[in-house]
């Protein structure tokens, strides 16, 4: 069986993934050079040389203000009914694509993102907004947190590749520890209704 690889100009690139402190260069050939870059976007997911997810949470988030932009300007803040639905439908799908494979770490990725629903929450709340926690102004328009919402959808991935219902293999992501412990644990069951509450709405 052969394998032929057709190199089309203009769409093949490299990337080296190394530390940061690694300044050595090196020339990738198929065919000619390729040219090197220092991140891709693949299905959607923007992949940096470091393997940090910065550059590709500012890019969404960077987006996310755009269309949020956009909706401020053409429907205005008054219909209290098309802006959340229009917000829910074109924004936040923005802030959580693929999202259990990018899930920030960093607290500046993690407010970056809930920023954008925070300025959103300011558009539509009730007066005085201004002197209302974000918190409260979430659970008035029955909106979770965005950080809320990330742990539910790792957490339904996560439960996907458990159980088989995922293309991953179970085996090479997770080790199961065969210690026991005293500690007691919630059961699975009351986290799982936890999280129903949360987004039945």
Not at 10 to 28: F, L, P, Q, V
Not at 46 to 64: G, Y
Not at 119 to 129: E, Q, T, W
């Amino acid at each position: 069986m052969t394998l032929e690889i057709i190199e089309t100009e203009g769409k093949c690139e490299a990337m080296r993934i190394t530390h940061s402190c690694d300044n050595s260069s090196t020339d990738y050939t198929l065919g000619k050079t390729l040219k090197v870059v220092k991140s891709f976007k693949d299905l959607g997911v923007e992949i940096s040389k470091d393997l940090s997810w910065s550059q590709h949470i500012s890019t969404v988030v960077n987006k996310a203000n755009q269309v949020l932009g956009l909706i401020r300007r053409t429907v205005g803040t008054a219909n209290t009914s098309a802006f959340p639905f229009l917000y829910n439908s074109l924004v936040r799908p923005l802030l959580e694509y693929a999202v259990p494979v990018w899930n920030p770490y960093l607290v500046k990725d993690i407010h970056a993102i809930e920023n954008v629903q925070r300025r959103a929450s300011l558009c539509i709340a009730v007066k005085k907004r201004g002197d209302m926690p974000y918190e409260e102004r979430c659970n008035i328009l029955n909106w979770p947190l965005l950080s809320t919402r990330r742990t539910y959808f790792s957490l339904v991935e996560c439960y996907k590749i458990v159980f088989g219902l995922s293309h991953l293999d179970f085996q090479e992501l997770f080790e199961l520890n065969s210690k026991n412990y005293k500690k007691k644990y919630i059961p699975c069951e009351l986290i799982t209704q936890t999280f129903f509450k949360i987004f039945k709405n």
